[in-house]
């Protein structure tokens, strides 16, 4: 999940769908996102490395019909497209060139450090590198399969079974996210243009990718995972912030009936979950548009979420990676059948993960000023 870089918060500016401004639900839902998928990867962590059985933790994050962390990625995918819908209209003049060298400074730059800085980690632990990556598929990477890692997509082409150099920094999430930043410029166009229009053609084709997704060569990787289909998420939150200034407070009560009906239904539902993702994610987001006067009457409250949500993306970058090594480590050194016990390994991960995001922060500012600083070639 990716954080999309924050505003200057104005108190005095009204925001619409249209104009200057910002949602406060938004950075909300954001960081609640982000805080969903840490702790489900907590748990499941503790299942794969045989500390927690699997029904034993199961029902703390899903039920027959839900999965709470894949709501979390939806509603993050439908945030950051719809994010980057309303601050592009800020702009007079909206520029492609430029808003693809603001995407690769705040998002491949943070990555790229943290590579650097996971792979001197593993080299000094005697981490065997050759062995590991070949591991992932059965086949051992050629050095041409680096430019996956440069472009930030090798996580994601490896749940394709397709040999990377991947360190699982930003996991699936980031790969496919790119390509989503890569076809926004045609994104907005069409959003612009024909917002109505472009959502129906959009619904169309996630029905007809949805229909015929076992048939294709990648039907081994969730659709949930697949670009292909999230796709959909992101286009559903550029047309939500166009039309949000429209939606009736109303709305929330079918969030709130559609969020407890999921939860409360005993029987498996004749509908996929990955529809299903689509369907409670809208809701949350209606339920939280309608609690946008609450957040705008509490200043501290929203002054914390947004100093959260300045390291959110770096957090998200090392969070599996220092889960997995805590968990490791304590495993040999303690007893985690306790539940005091992985309580304070999940404090303690909370707060080493804080601290290499914060590190991880500082030097990407460090690289963004020496960037804008670099003196221009003259043609």
Not at 230 to 249: C, Q, S
């Amino acid at each position: 999940m990716t954080q999309e870089p924050k505003e200057q918060n104005t108190a005095k500016t009204q925001p619409t769908a249209s104009g200057p401004g910002r949602y406060e639900f938004m950075s909300v839902l954001r960081l609640l996102s982000l805080m969903g998928v840490v702790y489900y990867h907590t748990l499941v962590t503790l299942y794969l490395q045989g500390i927690r059985q699997k029904d034993t933790i199961e029902a703390m994050y899903a039920n027959v019909n839900m999965n709470f962390p894949a709501i979390g990625v939806g509603l993050f995918l439908m945030l950051s497209g719809g994010g980057l819908m309303m601050s592009s209209k800020k702009k007079a003049d909206f520029s492609v060139k430029n808003f693809y060298k603001g995407r690769f400074m705040r998002i491949l730059i943070p990555f790229y450090i943290s590579y650097i800085l996971y792979s001197i980690y593993l080299f000094l632990i005697g981490f065997e590198f050759p062995v590991y990556f070949e591991s992932l598929t059965g086949v051992k990477p050629s050095p041409l399969c680096f430019i996956f890692t440069l472009l930030g997509m090798d996580g994601y082409l490896s749940i394709f079974n397709i040999p990377t150099f991947t360190l699982m920094l930003g996991e699936w999430f980031l790969g496919c996210l790119i390509p989503m930043y890569i076809v926004f410029p045609l994104l907005r166009k069409c959003i612009m243009k024909n917002r109505n229009l472009t959502l129906i053609i959009a619904t169309i084709y996630y029905i007809i990718a949805l229909a015929t997704y076992k048939y294709m060569p990648w039907a081994e990787v969730p659709s949930y995972n697949n670009f292909t289909i999230k796709i959909y998420d992101f286009i559903l939150g550029m047309f939500l912030v166009e039309v949000m200034d429209r939606i009736p407070k109303w709305t929330a009560a079918i969030g709130v009936a559609l969020l407890g009906f999921y939860l409360l239904y005993p029987a498996k539902l004749p509908i996929d979950m990955t529809p299903s993702i689509v369907i409670l994610s809208v809701g949350t987001f209606f339920i939280f548009l309608a609690l946008e006067g609450l957040f705008k009457k509490m200043p501290h409250f929203m002054k914390v979420v947004n100093v959260l949500s300045a390291y959110s993306y770096t957090y998200f970058l090392f969070h599996h990676i220092v889960i997995g090594q805590a968990c490791i480590y304590a495993n040999k050194h303690g007893d985690l059948s306790s539940n005091k016990n992985l309580l304070l390994l999940f404090l303690a991960q909370i707060l080493i993960t804080s601290a290499v995001a914060v590190l991880v922060k500082v030097l990407s500012d460090l690289v963004y000023k020496a960037m804008k600083k670099a003196p221009k070639k003259v043609s």
